[in-house]
C-alpha cells in the first residue's frame, strides 16, 4: 500500500520540547497522509508520548509548528486540538470508571436539550450509529469498569470519533490488550482508515507495525531518525534503527541445570477482590536454575497467583513453601527477607512510590537496613552512591537519581525496579509481565538479566501473557486457564499451536 | 462450589441497598400509627423532624457538591456560623429579612470563595483549609459579636392554602417558613442538576477522574471555583436558617457541631441528594425523639444519654446499615497539569 500520495493532513515542523533537565523532543518533524497508518517506533524515552501531547494541544512545544491540512495552527489546550479533528487515545485510558460508556462519549461535547438539560437518548442513538458504522460493538450504557479493557479502548475510539476527529493518536494501544483484543483492534484501524481517517501508532511491538502500518517513522533521543516503509524492513532493521546498535530479538541461552526445589506451591487457591475464587487448586514447583513460564490470557488468575505468592494478598486455600519455608502466611517483608525479587505487574502501583525521587525507590526493598539505615537515621550518602551505581548499571534515562520516578518514562520505570530487585542477593525471582511496554532495547536487558540470574542458580517465575517472551526464556511452561493449570509442558512440547489451544481452555 | 454462600450473601446485600426505603416504610407505618393514638404529639414530633434536618440537609447538600467536584470541605460549620452570624447583622441594621437572608447567602459564597482560593489556587492540603475557615469563622463572630443586639423578627411560616388543611401532612410539610421550603426545593434542584444537566455531568467528571475531564477540553479549576463558591452559598443558607429562622437571634458557636452532621449526613446518604435527605430525616427524627422523650420525662434515664440518642443512633445506621459507600475518587486532590 502507498498513500504517500495522499494529501497530507499532518505536519509537524521543527518541534522541540525542553522539560527540565531533558530535551525530550530535539527538533523533530513529521508528516502525516490521508489514509494512512503511520507507525512512530522508539525507545523508551524517546519522545513519542511528547510528541503526542505536542499534537493534541497537552504540552506546548518550546518551538516548531504544525500544520493542518496546509494551515498553521497553535493549540493552547486540547480543546483546540480536538476542533482541529485531532483524537488521542492516551497510554492511560482517560475514562471516567464510575460513568457510562455514553456519559463518557459526550462529556465536554454533551447533546443539551435546553436549559443545560442533557439529552442522553439521543446521545445514546448517536453512540450506538457510530458504533454501528465503524464496527466498534459496545453497549452504551455498560458502565465503563465492568468492562475489558479491549473494550475500554473502543470507548477511547468512539470517543475520538463522536468528536469528529480525523487524525487519531493511538500512544501503545496493544500494550495491554490480548492477542485476540490486539487482532480486533487492526481490523477497526483498517476499517477506519478505509474511510479517510489518518492513524499515528506508536508500538514496541515491531510484528505489530510490520503487519499493520502503511509507513513507519523513527524516534531516537528525541529526534527522528527517519521514516521508512515496511516493504524493505525486517524486525532486526527496525530494532537496529530504533536503538542505534543491533540487538539480537532472539534470546541466547544454555540449557537449565535445575537443582534444588526453592518454590512449592500445594493446591493453592486464591479470591480476587469481588470474593470469587480466581486462583483454584495450583500446584507448581520451581526448582534453582530454571525458569518456569506461566502462560496463560490475562484475567485468568495470574495477577492473582502473584500476589499471593508475593504476600500482598490473603490464601483461602492450600500453602506454599519458599526454601523449604512454609510462606503461605508470611507478610510481602517477611517474603522479601527470604531473597525473593519481585517485578510487580502494575509498576505504578506496586513497583515504585511515584513522586518519590529514583534514589529512594532503589531502596524499597531495603531501607531498613545498613548501609541505608543507622539505627533509625538514614545515610543519604549511601543511598546515592547506591542509586547512581544502578542507574549507570541498568543505563536508565534519567537527568539525575534525584528525578522523581513519576516522570521517567515507562520503559525507565521497568528499568529502576529490576535495577533494586536485583541489588540484592536473590533466591527466587517472580517477574510479572517484566517487559510490557518496554522498548526492544530494553527487553533484550532485561531478558539477558533474567537468564543470567537464572544462571547464577535464581529460580524465576515467569508470568507473561506474550507467548514469544515465555517460549524463549523459559525452561519449562504452564498454562493458566480459569484460575486452573492446564498442563506442564517441556519446551520440546511447547509449540505455540499447543500453548494456544490450552490458553484457551481446550484440553486436548 | 461456593455459589450457595455467594447468592445468600448477594440477597443480604440486596436487602442492605433497600435499607434506606425498608427505613422510611417504618417510619411512615410509625407516624400513622402515632397519629391515630395522639395526633397532636405525633404532628409536632414530625414537624419538629423537618425543622431540625433542614440546616443539616443543607449542610450536606453543600459538602457533597463540594466533595462531587473533587474538594473536600470540612470547613460546613464555619460557613455556616459566619453566615449565620453575617444575615443576622444584616436583620438587625437593615430589618429587612430577604436583605438579611440574601447577606447570609453572599457571606456563605465569600468564604466558599476562601476555600476554593486555598483548595485549588493554592493547592492547601484540604483538610487544612476546611480547619482554616472553622477556626476564623469561631474568632471572627465570637470577636464582633456584642450582647444585648436585638432584630425585629424573624421568617414566618407561609400557608400553602388548602395543602396545610390535609390531616398531619398539612401541618408538617405544607406550613413552614421559607428557608425550610427552600432546603427541599434545592434537594430536587441538586438531585436534576447532578444528575440530568451539562454541568452536573461535568462536575462529576471532574471530582471522579479530573485528567479525563482535562484531555476533553473542561476546565477542571474553574469547575471547583464555582461548585465550592455555590456551595458555599448554600452553607450561608444554612447559617441563615439559624439565625432567621429558627431562632432570630445569634449566639457564639451557635451551629453546634451541625456542619460536622451535615458531612456524616452527606456520607451516609452516599454522596447524592435524596439519600443525604433521608439521613437528615433520620437524624432530625432522632432530635426530636430526644426532646420529646425529655419533655415526657417519666422515663427514668439521665438526659445527657437521652441527649445521644441521635448520635448514637446515626452511628449505629451508618456502621450497621449503610455498607460501603464511595467517594468521588478524586476527592482532596488538587489538579495538577504541565
Ligand atoms: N512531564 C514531564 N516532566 C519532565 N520530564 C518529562 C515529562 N514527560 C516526559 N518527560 C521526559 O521526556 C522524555 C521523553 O518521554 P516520553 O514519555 O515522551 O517517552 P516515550 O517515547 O513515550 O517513552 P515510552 O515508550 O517509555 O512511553 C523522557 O526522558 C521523560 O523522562
Ligand atoms: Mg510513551
Known sequence: MNKTNAPIVLEAQGITKRFPGV??????????????????????????????????????QTEGEIRINGQRVLFHNPRDAIMNGIGMVHQHFQLVPVMSVVENVILGSEVMRGGGRLDIKRAIQEVSELSRHYGLAVDPTAIIEDLPVGIQQRVEIIKALYRKANILILDEPTAVLTPQEAKELFRIMHDLTAQGISIIFITHKLKEVLEVADRIAVMRRGKMVGAVSPENQTESTL???????????????????????????????????????????????????????????????QRELVEALTGMRPVSGGRFFIAGQDATHFTPRQITELQVAHIPEDR????????????????????????????SLVNRAAIRSHAEALVSDFDVRTPSVVTPASSLSGGNKQKVIVAREFSKPVKLLIAAQPTRGIDVGSIEFIHKQIIQQRDRGVAVLLVSAELDEILSLSDRVVVMFEGRIMGTLSMAEATREKLGLLMAGSLD | MSTLATTSKSSWRELLR????????????????????????????????????????????????CERTGVVNIGIEGQMLFSAFI????????????????????????????????????????????????ILALGLTGFFYTAGLTTEGKLQPINLGPLADLPLVGPVLFNNPPITYMAIILVFVMHYVLFFTQWGLRTRAVGEHPSAADTVGINVNRMRYINVIIAGGIAGLAGGF??????GSFERAMTNGRGFVALAVMIFGKWTPFGAWGAALLFGFASALQTQLQFIGTIEIPHQFIGMLPYVLTIVVLAGLVGRSRPPAAVGKPYETD
Not at chain 1, 359 to 370: R, T, V
Not at chain 2, 108 to 118: C, T
Not at chain 2, 242 to 247: C, M, P
Open chain 1, 239 to 301: 530494532a537496529e534503527m530504533m536503538v542505534g546498535r543491533n540487538v539480537i530479538l532472539q534470546v541466547v541461552k544454555s540449557d537449565a541445570h535445575p537443582t534444588d526445589q526453592m518454590l512449592r506451591v500445594e493446591n493453592l487457591s486464591v479470591k480476587d477482590d469481588r470474593k470469587v475464587t480466581v486462583v483454584n487448586n495450583v500446584s507448581l514447583e520451581v526448582r534453582a536454575g530454571e525458569v518456569l513460564g506461566v502462560a496463560g490470557v490475562q484475567g485468568n488468575g
Open chain 1, 348 to 375: 505504578e502501583k506496586h513497583g515504585l512510590v511515584m513522586p518519590y525521587p529514583i534514589e529512594d525507590n532503589m531502596i524499597l526493598n531495603a531501607y531498613f537496613k545498613p548501609p541505608y539505615a543507622n539505627g
Open chain 2, 87 to 134: 444575615g443576622f447583622l444584616a436583620n438587625v441594621y437593615t430589618g429587612n429579612l430577604v436583605i438579611a437572608v440574601a447577606a447570609a447567602i453572599l457571606a456563605g459564597m465569600l468564604v466558599g470563595g476562601l476555600h476554593a482560593f486555598m483548595a485549588v489556587y493554592l493547592k492547601m492540603d484540604q483538610i487544612i483549609a476546611g480547619t482554616v475557615i472553622n
Open chain 2, 18 to 65: 433497600y435499607s434506606g426505603w425498608i427505613i422510611a416504610g417504618l417510619v411512615v407505618v410509625a407516624s400513622i400509627i402515632g397519629y391515630l393514638s395522639n395526633a397532636q404529639v405525633t404532628t409536632s414530633m414530625l414537624a419538629s423532624t423537618l425543622r431540625q434536618s433542614t440546616p443539616l440537609i443543607l449542610g450536606a447538600l453543600c459538602g457533597l457538591l
Open chain 2, 242 to 247: 439559624l439565625t432567621l429562622e429558627a431562632v
Open chain 1, 23 to 60: 530535551l525530550a523532543n530535539d527538533d523533530v518533524s513529521l508528516t502525516l497522509h490521508k489514509g494512512e497508518i503511520l507507525a512512530l517506533l522508539g525507545e523508551n524515552g524517546a519522545g513519542k508520548s511528547t510528541l503526542m501531547n505536542i499534537l493534541y494541544g497537552l504540552y506546548h
